[in-house]
């Protein structure tokens, strides 16, 4: 699974073999790190945290996933690819849990960029959740 993230984060992905749910989320987490184009160290072990959590996956696959999509920050992404697989497929609980975990990253360094509060905001409206769940998750993730 993580080969096939870092592949798709090095243009290499198949177009007739889509993400799974799980490459989308991880690569939505990254989008929150990258979003304030300072990705902290503290945000990189919390990404690293959620996914090993995510995947089971080993901490060293995870951290070179995460270096991946860091060098390859100047492409442009498009939320909607990711997004739209993750909701066919987990159910708002699920989307909700997402939102959580991102707002962890973006609170991970103790300074909330505007665009990494927008970046969740788009998100979440992107998961089809309500501003309701936008805030319980912040708070969520605060505790």
């Known amino acids: 699974m993580l080969d096939r993230i870092l592949a798709f984060f090095e243009n290499k992905s198949e177009p007739d073999q889509p993400l799974s749910v799980d ?4 690569a939505l987490l990254i ?33 070179q996933l995460i270096d991946t999509a860091y060098q390859q920050q100047q492409e442009s992404h498009d939320l909607y690819q990711f997004t739209k697989v993750i909701t066919d497929n987990w159910d708002e609980e699920q989307r909700f849990e997402l939102i959580v975990d991102m707002w962890r990253v973006a609170l991970a360094d103790g300074d909330l960029d505007k665009y990494e509060d927008h970046r969740i905001r788009r998100v979440n409206e992107l998961l089809h959740l309500y501003h309701s769940h936008f805030i319980k998750a912040k708070s969520a993730a605060q505790h």
């Open 31 to 63: 989008e929150v790190m990258l979003a304030d184009l300072d990705a902290d160290q503290r945000e990189r072990d919390c990404i690293a945290n959620i996914l090993v959590r995510r995947t089971g996956s080993p901490l060293v696959e995870v951290l």
């Open 23 to 26: 490459e989308c989320a991880a």
